[in-house]
């Protein structure tokens, strides 16, 4: 069965970074987009970054532009979200998502905490 494992997140100062992972399996994971969501506190879920398949292309929420990058390594299963220059309003569950056949598959989530 499908299952997304989140790992990475922490307590980090403003301006800080952090990088985020999901590890995949169950699926064909080279062959399907990935994408990554977040929720805040008293927030709605919120998509971050979205990644093809081939990695070819990427798309970003306004917010995180220019300071966020998503990318992906097929071999390793893994679908990774770089966060640089973190912000308190960064402060979220952040979340990777597969859709599989208009279904949607969510890891556990991990807390990413900025504050100084």
């Known amino acids: 069965q499908v299952q997304l494992v989140e790992s990475g997140g922490g307590l980090v100062q403003p301006g800080g970074s952090l990088r985020l992972s999901c590890a995949a399996s169950g699926f064909t994971f080279s062959t399907y987009f990935m994408s990554w969501y977040r929720q805040g506190p008293g927030k709605e879920r919120e998509l971050v970054a979205l990644i093809s398949s081939d990695s070819i292309s990427t798309n970003y929420a306004d917010s995180v532009k220019g300071r966020f990058t998503v990318s992906r390594d097929n071999a390793k299963n893994t679908v990774y979200l770089q966060m640089n220059s973190l912000k308190p309003e960064d402060t979220a569950v952040y979340y990777c998502?597969?859709?599989?056949?208009?279904?949607?598959?969510w890891g556990q989530g991990t807390q990413v905490t900025v504050s100084s």
């Open positions: 998502k597969l859709r599989k056949l208009w279904v949607d598959y």
